[in-house]
């Protein structure tokens, strides 16, 4: 007789097969999404260092020279235009471009239009007030001239407003809306993660489209070949971060200012002012 000494070997079910791969699965899209959020975290850190950095040599630059400088443009070298200042007939080249880090000194990525990068090579966005006849931005190269000094820290009106939502108006926070600082000289704008996208398409809701703007600066083409999208108002947004992907939830724009009385005691520290 036949004998079957043949002993079943023991093993995996396909159901219990489909199970372990689906906690593989689980686990390693755990394991990516928490890699990814923590680059995400070190790249807006790194930016944040980086527009302190920015906002240091603005206040140094207005201790040294009695004034801020204006905004560069994509034919502009990376350097304020007109370099040396507006003055009271000619107002900066563009109020709303870009850092001038080739003017400030700023270490760091710049692109083929020598426009400062952020973390997501990104160009730096840069507004500046031109209340007062271009006063902030306006050497003190002789008595009268029309700077910050001539006008007098009494009389400077700063236009520029940060609200913490889209408040729909170009120069104030509409009803409703926070006012987190009412005249600031300057606002530097890191368009965050998504900045690029908005290169080719608007922003995707209307709190980044304060920052982003919608005036395009004329392209280079020798350079980069982009037109790029700046503010067109003198009103800005700044509020929590959120990586909610909805038309009224992302938001990861990064901006600074500072209060114009902390750029006078700056200057008349440095003797600029009186």
Known sequence: MFVNNYKKQPGFTLIEIAVVLVLVGLL??????????????SQRENTKKQLADIKTALLGFASARGR???????????????????TLVTPCTLQHGFIPGKTLGVIGTYNRDNLLEDVWGNPIRYSV???????????YTVPFAGGIKDVGMANLQPDLVI????????SVCSA????????????VISLGKDGSDFVTNLAPNSDQGE???????????????VAYTVGSGNAFVSKT????????????DLIIWESPYIIYSRM?????LP
């Open 28 to 41: 390693l899209g755990s394991f990516i999404g928490s890699v990814t959020q923590r680059i995400e975290t």
């Open 68 to 86: 801020l400088p204006c905004p560069t443009t994509t034919t502009g070298n990376g350097n304020e235009q007109p370099v040396g200042g507006s």
């Open 129 to 139: 007030t031109t209340n007062n006849n271009n006063a902030f931005t306006t050497a």
């Open 163 to 170: 609200c913490d939502a889209d408040s729909g108006l170009n």
């Open 176 to 187: 409703g809306v926070k006012t987190i600082i009412l005249g600031t000289p300057f606002v």
């Open 211 to 225: 920052n982003s703007g919608e005036a395009a600066v004329a392209a280079n083409a020798g350079g980069e070949n």
């Open 241 to 252: 971060y959120s990586s909610v992907d909805s038309a009224a939830g992302l938001f990861d």
């Open 268 to 272: 008349m520290e440095a003797g600029q």
